[in-house]
């Protein structure tokens, strides 16, 4: 066997190793398969690529026009530790778009964004610090209760900002740690409206009730006179006895 006969194999696995490579690298990205870094940073990307390599542990997305987040958007992702997010466009969350996370994941930053609304639920299980600092947020007990329930980077938590509040404009411009800190308390107002609706559908319901007793006696007493007057209007068997008897002595 010649020496380019043994090189051939060689060159052919090199090709199909680099053409795997290719395939599983997003456009645009960089790849270095030794650390399990994703490189997408200002790739100019306007949705999350869909190619994803399986064993990518960093993964840069920040500084694209990405404006929202799919569900299961990195749920074949078993080894992802950082998730970077940051410096996009995205304006909402779709509801399992982070139910699939790894368990492994250290970071997730979705700082400077557009995001307005988002709700435990949206960001699901995970444990990783999480980055929500430069976004417009409309202050609400939804994002009240995501703040007491993720785990906030302590450094960044100053910087969610409410721009709008579900309690009036006096809140635009405040962090919101600073309005809980204050007592204001955003989920009170909401189960004060859910009791008012709640007390409303219960009277409402009750009203209900009590015009159909009344039109239901209304009706049997209307029944009743009815039948009253059909019975006065019967014969009765002693005025015919009565009658019987004077047309009698009368004939005597």
Not at 15 to 42: I, K
Not at 95 to 102: D, N, Q, V
Not at 226 to 237: Q, T, V
Request: proline share 6%.
């Amino acid at each position: 066997m010649t020496s380019r006969q043994r090189a051939l194999p060689l060159l052919l696995l090199l090709l199909t190793l680099c053409g795997q490579g290719s395939l599983l690298c997003p456009a645009g990205c960089q790849c270095a398969w030794d650390s399990g870094t994703v490189s997408c940073t200002n790739a100019g990307l306007q949705e999350i690529p869909a190619s994803i390599p399986r064993d990518t542990v960093t993964l840069h997305l920040d500084g694209n026009q990405i404006s929202t987040v799919r569900d299961g958007a990195f749920k074949n992702l078993p080894r992802l530790r950082e998730l970077d997010l940051s410096r996009n466009r995205i304006e909402s969350l779709s509801p399992g778009a982070f139910r699939h996370l790894s368990p492994e994941l250290k970071l997730l930053d979705l700082s400077d964004n557009q995001l307005q609304l988002a709700s435990k639920e949206d960001l699901g299980p995970t444990r990783a610090k999480t980055r929500l600092h430069h976004n417009p947020w409309h202050c609400s007990c939804a994002l009240q209760e995501l703040i007491e329930t993720v785990n906030l980077e302590p450094e960044t938590v100053s910087g969610i900002v409410c721009e709008s509040s579900a309690q009036g404009p006096q809140h635009a411009g405040q962090p919101l740690v600073k309005l809980l800190d204050e007592g204001v308390n955003f989920c009170s107002l909401q189960r004060k409206t859910t009791d008012v609706a709640m007390l409303v559908t219960m009277l409402g319901w009750f009203s209900m009730v009590i015009a159909y007793v009344v039109y239901y006696v209304r009706q049997n007493q209307a029944e009743a006179r009815r039948h009253l007057e059909y019975l006065k209007s019967l014969p009765s068997p002693l005025k015919e006895a009565s009658v019987e008897a004077d047309t009698l002595s009368t004939g005597l």
